[in-house]
């Protein structure tokens, strides 16, 4: 981001269709964005009025977060990630994710403070096309969770 950039991060209402081409680059199946893209809380990041970056949250799961591909390593995902733990710690003590087992988004997650704790077998072989990071093709969940200051449960 440019020095003086304005960055504002909000919880979104309404209609959710504006943000779903960036959804998709956190999820690429719009059948599966599609199961819960209407569920939860929607937080968006605009960086000088322009739609940045998102995080879609459901209960104590973080099922998405993106960012626009001229905003990555910028910090803004890490922002949105804070953000999105602010928002469940009203409710819960812990934030869960889940990454592919061959995303770099797992570098990402750990660190930000998340430990890995679990794997979702064959998770990925579920979508309608091969899902492919890095050269590889992803079948497994790798699940992580960070635990939060709250009083929830």
Known sequence: MRPGSSIEVRLEEGDRRPFVPLLLEGDEDEAMLARYLDEGSLLAAYVDGELSGV??????????????????????GSLLLAAAEDLVSKEWNAIIVGTGDHSPARAFYEANGYEEYGCREGFFDRYARPVVEGGHILHDMVMYRKSLSTSGR
């Open 55 to 76: 995080a879609l949250v459901v209960g104590q799961e973080l099922m998405n977060i993106a960012v626009a591909a001229k905003h990555r390593r910028e910090g803004l």
